[in-house]
């Protein structure tokens, strides 16, 4: 029986792991789970799986859920060093699931316990990198990346051949606005760009897909995670989402990893690591599916790609603050407070306005965050005056 904690449990990708946990009785033990203040969604999941303690990071949340938990046998605990407490508890696996910098912490805590972290976090290797590389090799912990596309790649590449890999090619779909074009985005709604034509994801996740930022993202975090350089990297829109990413060797071989798109896939591989477990999702159809399309992004409509490739050329601080501004600007435009084209502009003019040194420790991470979030929010501001 493995332990496992999930951080961030009441989310897409928390809830698609509880699923696969609750339908494996005997194979896990929820050590802890955690949410932000999902109060009813957190303790029913608690409950369910007899977690040891639960906790959200806002302590506003605490009372409540102290009373939802109210002779259980589930401890509960809130604020974000609760979260961090918890991350640190020792599972076997630790699902990172928090979404955005807010999770960045926690997988820290985790990575240094020196499990398995199965990070679905992108944005903690985007804006911290290299520490957490050396955390890695550090702690001894093992990291099993969960987004589908890395997860693809983690295997389809022979660890034994992995000076023979020539090339990575990530799989994008292109959202909902691959075919619009560029003089018709500007009056794009929110509920339009996180109607994702193939996945199930949170708001924010959806967005960022809808612009291409997500795929600048994962972009950034195969160079942290995969040993090939930044131009062994290429982007490929695919439509139908059945390819999840590709390898090429330098005999010409291509490796791919194919399947429906469902989390649960990839999770599934993360938890079960080095074995295998059944999942729920429906079977690959090749004859349903019948064609598979492919096309070079469109780099003027999603100006994002270049700014996360120039992010990760330029290094240094250049990633964290390609994060952090987008962050701010994501949450802008679900507000209603931007418009969906300035997205990608306030992240461009807070790349040009910001130039720290290379942050060499968490915390100098943490402030080169902070610094970029006030710059962008500035931006926001004087767009919306």
Not at 144 to 149: A, G, M, Q, R, T
Not at 185 to 209: C, F, L, R, T, Y
Request: charged share 25%; net charge negative; hydrophobic share 45%.
């Amino acid at each position: 029986m493995k332990t496992v904690t999930i951080l961030g449990a009441t989310g897409s990708v928390g809830t698609s792991t509880l699923d696969l946990v609750e339908r494996a009785p005997g194979a896990f033990e929820v050590v802890a789970l955690t949410a932000n203040c999902d109060v009813e969604g957190l303790a029913a999941a608690a409950i369910r799986t007899r977690a040891k303690r639960a906790v959200v990071a806002d302590v506003s949340c605490l009372e409540s859920l102290k009373e939802a938990l109210s002779g259980t046998g589930v401890e509960a605990t809130g604020g974000a060093a609760a979260v961090e407490e918890a991350a640190a508890m020792g599972a076997d696996v630790t699902v990172a699931a928090i979404v955005g910098c807010a999770g960045l912490k926690p997988v820290m805590a985790a990575v240094e316990q020196g499990g398995t972290l199965a990070l679905a976090n992108k944005e903690a290797l985007v804006s911290a990198g290299e520490v957490m590389n050396r955390a890695v090799r550090q702690s001894g912990a093992t990291l099993l990346p969960v987004d589908s596309e890395h997860s693809a790649i983690f295997q389809c590449l022979d660890a034994r051949l992995a000076e023979r890999v020539s090339r990575i090619i990530l799989t994008a779909s292109g959202g909902p606005f691959r075919d619009r074009p560029l003089s018709e985005m500007q009056d794009i709604s929110p509920e339009q760009a996180v109607a994702h034509p193939n996945w199930s994801m949170g708001a924010k996740i959806s967005v960022d897909s809808a612009t291409m930022m997500n795929k600048g993202l994962e972009l950034i975090e195969a160079y942290h995670l995969f040993p090939v350089t930044s131009d062994q990297i290429e982007i490929v829109v695919h439509r139908q989402s059945v390819i999840h990413s590709m390898v090429e060797y330098v005999d010409g071989s291509v490796l791919a990893q194919l399947g429906t798109p469902d989390m649960r896939t990839p999770i599934a591989c993360a938890l079960a690591w080095p074995d295998r477990m059944a999942t729920p999702g429906d079977r690959l159809d090749l004859i349903k599916v019948a064609r598979l399309d492919f096309e070079a992004p469109d780099e003027e409509r999603f100006p994002a790609l270049r700014l996360a490739r120039e992010a990760l050329n330029e290094g240094g601080g250049r990633p964290a603050i390609l994060n952090a501004a987008n962050e701010i600007a994501v949450a802008a435009f679900l507000a209603g407070r931007i418009g969906y084209l300035e997205i990608a502009a306030i992240v461009a003019d807070t790349l040009g306005r910001f130039a720290p040194t290379a942050p060499d420790t968490l915390d100098a991470v943490l402030e080169v965050d902070r610094e970029a979030r006030v710059i962008a929010e500035e931006r926001v501001k004087e767009r919306v005056a």
